[in-house]
């Protein structure tokens, strides 16, 4: 029945799956679970078309997941008995998708049960979301593995919305990233929404100084603060293509646009590296797509530390029962 050429290229891919479980593959699933790249899309273009936030919260998931412990998907698991949530952390307070990741979970599950995990299931949708809001198309590696822990204060990996230009740069060369990675990965503020709890400080009496944050455009500041009527609205990261992954983010920063602190610093601090970088990509779409596809499968590649027992979740929101395998 397998002809020859169907038996190599098993071969072939068995090979591949053998070798793979230190290094991350494209083909991690091509047997186990070959629809899954269609079952993602799925889900979450049907997100999409009832919530135009479903793709930036993914990515956003996955950034979490990632500079913390490694792309584990310990920032998906809820308080439990052994298990101090992520989610309890100040960065990650009101993080959400965590229903998305669920109905593309239930649908791996009925394919190709106990196969796919968590952390693959965030990698592969943040990359899916992108190329579903208009950006670069990539090939995720593949073949992460659950934690069994959660690491709430390592949360503090995380940057915060006033953070100053040193204060990003330095949480971000902790984990190897450099600032050409620093300005392409902020770039995924080019859609998705932030509460104005983070960037009202900016509108008056800015860091002490009695005035408004010079680096923010007056007249968007104004507009900004109709919006916010309550700390808790959301206004787009990007005001001109809110729901699309271009490079706008990039010309909203020259143009004083950029809504957190944070953002800005990127394109106003005096004499960083990081201004050329931004001018370069507000320029250049094809350069910031080429950029943030290394940036982000660079950050796919962030490992757990070693010697922490790992599982493929049945849940995302739990460890399984029995105890799982460990990753080496
Ligand atoms: C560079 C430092 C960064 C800071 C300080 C930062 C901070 C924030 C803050 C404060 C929010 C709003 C959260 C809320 O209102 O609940 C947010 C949202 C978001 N962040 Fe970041 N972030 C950073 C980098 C990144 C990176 C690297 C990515 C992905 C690669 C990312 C993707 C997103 C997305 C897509 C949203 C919108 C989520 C939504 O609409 O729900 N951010 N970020
Ligand atoms: C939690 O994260 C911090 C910061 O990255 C790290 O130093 C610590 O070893 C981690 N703890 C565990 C148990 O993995
Ligand atoms: C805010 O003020 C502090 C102390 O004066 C200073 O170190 C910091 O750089 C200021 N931040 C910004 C963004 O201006």
Redesign the pocket.
Known sequence: MASPKHTAFAVVVAFMLATTHAQLNPFYYALTCPLLPGIVLDVVSRALKTDD?AA??L??L??HDCFVNGCDGSVLLENAPGIDSELNAPPN?????GDIVDNIKAETERFCPGVVSCADILAIS?QISVFLSGGPIWVVPLGRKDSRIANRTGTSN????S?TLKG?KDK?EALGFDSTD?VA??G??T?????C??FTGRFDNFNNTGRPDPTLDPAYREQLRQLCTTQQT?AN?DPTTPTKFDKAYYSNLLNLKGL?Q?DQELFSTPRADTTAIVKNFAANERAFFKQFVKS?IK?GNLKPPSGIRSEVRLNCRRVNAASGHDVM
Request: net charge positive; charged share 20%.
């Open positions: 936030r930036a919260k990515i956003r996955h950034f307070d009101g993080i959400q998708g943040s995380l940057p915060g919305p953070e990003l971000f620093l990965l902020s995924a503020h859609f998705g929404k932030s509460r709890m983070f959301r990261f957190l944070s982000m950050m």
